[in-house]
């Protein structure tokens, strides 16, 4: 049932009710003559159930109307993680009734509790980069994994978490009350296969620098150029805040980042800021 067919339905029923309930209070009226005559009395009290009847009968239909409307909308939410670390995520500003949520990473998709196929699901890639692990392998393995169970769901792809504008908007109340008139933000992001770099990085600086007015903001890669540590030299600030674009911390945190040593090195200070996970809700229930 579309939209506008439902309203036109509610629009009916209401019409209905409102002539019911018009029709019950005027049969009353009428039987409160005393020089009523005794089959025009009992004709009344009849129409009077009539109306009734017909008054439930409005209330039921716009019950049905209401029904089929929010059925057509409804969906599941499938957030993929890349692997354990991000599976209690989720993203930012989107409500998701919990029961309709299911949650799985890049590895288990095979073997994982996956949305049934009777509503749309959407597919949230809780991934800070688009790329081919959140693109084309995602898309694979999903549909591998619906071909094993022999249905064919509706799966319609959200962007990447690194897209999302709450990310800029968090992570600059966290770094507003750091700022000194030499200090700058240092974006470290991962890279990908492709042969340019992401876009997500440099919306997300972007964003940061309308937020931060003032605020050298740069962004480096560890895997891709520009690398983050030929970035480092040529800014301008004194003091580099490290924020590293990732969602959690791993062995890039731990082996890629530039140091303080590399800061030392061309006359500057440097501290790391938390990976962007620290920034988003979590979810209250430990996911299967």
Known sequence: MKINTTKLVLLLCALLFATALWGSVSCGARLADPALEPATAT?????????????????????VALYRRHRRWRRYYLLVSY???????????????????YRCHLGNIATAELPPADAPILV???FMLSGHSSGAKLEAELNSAYAARRVTPELYYQPV??????????AAAHIRPMLQSDTGVLIVA?????TEPPPEPALFARRLRELLP????????????????AVLPTMQAKHVLLLP??????????????????????????????????LLPHSSSTPS
């Open 124 to 126: 949230y890639p809780m």
């Open 43 to 63: 004709y009344l009290r009849r129409l009077i159930y009539f109306h009734f009847g017909l008054a439930q009968l409005a209330i039921l239909g716009a019950v």
């Open 245 to 278: 674009f990732l969602l959690t911390e791993g062995l890039h945190t731990l082996r890629d980042l530039p140091t303080a040593a590399h800061a030392a090195a061309c006359g500057k200070t440097l501290s790391r800021l938390p990976v962007l996970a620290t």
């Open 83 to 101: 692997n354990e670390k991000g599976l209690s995520l989720n993203p930012p500003g989107i409500r998701m009734p919990s029961d309709r949520v």
């Open 214 to 229: 003032g605020t050298e903001v740069c962004v480096g890669y560890f895997s891709q150029e520009p690398q983050a540590t």
């Open 190 to 194: 991962h890279g990908s296969r492709l």
């Open 161 to 170: 978490l690194g897209a999302s504008p709450w990310l800029a908007k968090a």
